[in-house]
């Protein structure tokens, strides 16, 4: 007689851990279990199928031929499984629960405060979590976040993708700089004005960049710093001048600050919201949802 195989969801789980990150000891870390445990899972997992899941080349792991068709599977059957249990604990919960947004931190610090505000006002027992991240699309990916607001779009069939809006950059000055009573410059100009942004390799400093090379030039960038609250406290003391999309300065309203027209090309991003495809999005969810698309303008 055939006998059966019974795979536990929590060995499942650890074992998708293991392939996520091809190091044990770190699944072992971010599983919050300790590594002899987390091997011995894998051992039983592999003792119950009768296959090898690992093989060990040198110091590293690799997925074997039935490790990766496990992988495959087990991936659609842990996120049934979270999805089934998000929606009993809905149901259960009567509207109590939390969302977790990812959220790029320039727009965190300033963008989305007020949607903030009136989420909670309208659900007052829904805990909002929003995590500050320039690496959304993993996040969301992993399952870390039900929700990401970023850009758009995104060549991953796996992503549900809903437009905001399409964003234009302006030049942002000081009050006391040379150009501060300029409507609009050329994107030419660019070149030769003194800038303070995000470090190489962030969204919005990289789209700037992007933007300015087929012209023959990138921006004159004399300081880079992290944080928007930092990047515009630089620009209002007049130390150099930055590039950012105009409604995230509209939402600040610093009578400090004067946005410049860019003509000839400027640069532009996309919002959006994204989330997995087979994500389960309760109700709570969903609001946000709508409530954002009504924020941004819905464009």
Do not use: W
């Amino acid at each position: 007689m055939r006998r059966r195989t019974i795979i536990e969801i929590r060995q499942l789980e650890y074992f998708m851990m293991v392939c996520d990150l091809m190091h044990v000891t770190k699944a072992a870390e971010k599983l919050g279990i300790a590594q002899p445990t987390l091997s011995l899972q894998i051992r039983a997992l592999e003792e119950e199928l009768g296959v090898i899941l690992f093989d060990r080349i040198g110091k590293k792991i690799v997925l074997t031929e039935a490790g990766e068709l496990l992988r495959d599977h087990g991936a659609k059957i842990v996120r049934d499984m979270r999805n089934a249990k998000d929606s009993i604990n809905e149901l259960r919960s009567y509207q109590r629960g939390t969302v977790t947004v990812g959220a790029l931190p320039s727009d965190l610090d300033y963008r989305i405060s007020k949607l903030l505000i009136d989420y909670h006002t309208e659900y007052p027992r829904i805990k909002l979590k929003i995590i500050s991240s320039i690496e959304i699309t993993n996040q969301v990916l992993a399952n870390e976040v039900d929700i990401g607001i970023g850009l758009l779009p995104l060549p991953d069939d796996r992503l549900i993708q809903i437009p905001l809006g399409r964003e234009e950059y302006v030049l942002v000055v000081s009050e006391k700089h040379p150009m501060a009573d300029r409507a609009a410059i050329d994107l030419q100009e660019l070149r030769h004005i003194d800038t303070v942004m995000f470090p190489e390799g962030y969204i919005g400093r990289e789209l700037v960049d992007d933007c300015c090379r087929p012209h023959g030039f990138t921006l004159r960038t004399i300081m880079e710093t992290s944080t928007a609250t930092s990047l515009l406290q630089l620009v209002k003391s007049n130390i150099g001048a930055t590039v950012q999309p105009l409604p995230l300065i509209q939402s600040m309203d610093d009578p400090g600050l004067r946005c410049i027209k860019i003509n000839g090309g400027a640069p532009y991003r996309n919002m959006g919201i994204l989330y997995h495809s087979d994500r389960f999005l309760g109700h709570a969810t969903q609001a946000f949802i709508r409530m954002a698309i009504a924020h941004f303008g819905g464009k």
